[in-house]
């Protein structure tokens, strides 16, 4: 399995070199457009907006539009060279309870492994967090994105998630009118759930 990122988790003195890798695949189906007449697959084309030309991936660049239709070219070599070795790292901001933080701030998973030579320190540091129940939060640049990220202590490892910050959340829309519960309806619930709780 190919690595998606190394970085070093980083808090005070300590700093842990770790490899990062995707921990969940794409198992959908998808299906290709065609043409009905002989199903041949549709293409989709990049066209130049001024002169009308298809592009190839290499004539392609990135640019930051600072004004209308004026744009600077930034390559991707100089979006690393830009990062300071803080912002490659992940630094961590603070601890908190692992059911602390709501599901909806998860974005995307990786399965973290320490690098040689971080075996120990990245070891102090899961046992100690399941441990205590905790997980840390810290900060990264992930692409050229500043990027939160929760480092989760399993039994057997760690886990990395990118995290939605608090404004990329939508405030929860619906609500709903309470209604009363009887102390017996939430036994017989509890004693349902109980009956049908198994392992995961």
């Known amino acids: 399995m190919a690595v998606s990122h190394r970085t070093v988790i980083s808090f005070g003195l300590v700093a842990i070199p770790v490899a ?29 907006a001024h002169c009308g030309k298809e592009m190839a991936v290499e004539d392609i660049v990135r640019g930051y539009e600072f004004d209308k239709d004026h744009f600077v070219v930034i390559s991707d070599d100089e979006i690393e060279k830009s990062k300071t070795e803080k912002e ?6 603070h601890f908190a309870n692992l059911n602390q933080i709501s599901p909806v701030y998860y974005e995307k998973t990786y399965q973290a492994v320490p690098e040689p030579g971080g075996e120990k320190a990245f070891e102090l540091l899961r046992a100690a967090l399941m441990s205590e ?3 840390a939060v810290g900060k990264t640049v992930l692409g050229t994105k500043d990027t939160l990220m929760a480092i989760i202590p399993r039994k057997n490892g760690v886990l990395i ?4 910050y608090s404004d990329d959340i939508k405030q929860l829309q619906k609500s709903y009118e309470k209604p ?8 017989m619930a509890k004693a349902l759930i109980n009956s049908m709780d198994t392992p995961f």
């Open 180 to 187: 009363e519960i009887a102390q017996q309806e939430l036994t």
């Open 161 to 164: 998630s990118a995290m939605f």
């Open 20 to 48: 990062m890798y995707t921990a969940v695949q794409d198992n959908d189906i998808h299906f290709n457009q065609l043409h009905k007449e002989d199903q041949s697959r549709i293409r989709y084309k990049k066209i130049c």
């Open 133 to 135: 129940q905790k997980i």
């Open 88 to 93: 490659k790292s992940i630094q961590i901001l």
